[in-house]
Nanobody, 115 residues
């Protein structure tokens, strides 16, 4: 069983920044893939950024150059640094980790960007 605790969401004006954190119960080295998804009202959940155990990362085209995914293995924590936020980034953000055959999800954290 894996517990994921997210934090860092909130209300910010357009152009501002937020950093989301996702702390796992145990070492991050167990996970082949870690990532962040988001879901806006009335829309499907979409992948925002992903990082693999090998260090490769990938981000959604609409957030490239603005969002950065990273991890601190010593703190068992993954981050999503979000800069130059836009109103269209408003969503609930979820972290997820993958073990063979199963994905685990955080509870979600609300990010609201006002214009």
């Amino acid at each position: 069983q894996v517990q994921l605790v997210e934090s860092g969401g909130g209300l910010v004006q357009a152009g501002g920044s937020l950093r989301l954190s996702c702390t796992a119960s145990g070492s991050l080295s167990r996970f082949n893939v870690m990532g962040w998804y988001r879901q806006a009202p009335g829309k499907q959940r979409e992948l925002v950024a992903v990082t693999s155990s090998g260090g490769n990362t990938n981000t959604l085209d609409s957030v490239k150059g603005r969002f950065t995914i990273s991890r601190d293995n010593a703190k068992n924590t993954m981050y999503l640094q979000m800069n130059s936020l836009k109103p269209e980034d408003t969503a609930v953000y979820y972290c997820t980790v993958r073990l063979p055959g199963i994905d685990y999800w955080g509870q979600g954290t609300q990010v609201t960007v006002s214009s």
